[in-house]
Each structure stands twice: as structure tokens, then as C-alpha cells.
């Protein structure tokens, strides 16, 4: 992986703990705040999702990479 994406990993890594954060904080709140919660939480649930997708297709990806033979 390139240096690039290891920088959006990490920066989606970030959003998902203060998502994470921010549905826990905001957990029993009502009116705007719960909403708030909410959106921590279903923010949170969306970024974990799109890390698995993004890791299984490099998973597949590295699979179907052509693999060099060794010259004899």
C-alpha cells in the first residue's frame, strides 16, 4: 500500500474513535443531543464497515496479483 493510503486509513481509523466517543458521551441524551449520539453511533458503524470493505479488497487484490517465477 502506498503512503497515501496508509494516511486515509489512519485518518479513517481517527473518525471512527471520535465517533465512537461521541455516541458514548451523548448515549442517554435526548432532544439534539441524542441525535447527536445518533449520528456518533451510525457514523461510527459506517466507518468500521468501510474499513472491511477497504481491507478485504486488498485482500483480494494481493491474491490476484501476478506472482513473478523465479528464472532458473
Known sequence: ??????TKVGALV????????LSGVFSDSH???GVV???GWFGW????LIL???G???LVRRRRAP?????V
Do not use: K, Q, Y
Open 37 to 39: 449520539g445518533g449520528i
Open 67 to 71: 506472482r513473478h517465477e523465479p528464472v
Open 45 to 48: 458503524m459506517l466507518c468500521v
Open 1 to 6: 500500500m502506498a503512503r497515501s493510503t496508509w
Open 14 to 21: 481517527a473518525l471512527a474513535v471520535v465517533l465512537f466517543i
Open 31 to 33: 432532544g439534539f443531543w
Open 56 to 58: 478485504i479488497v486488498a
Open 52 to 54: 472491511l470493505i477497504w
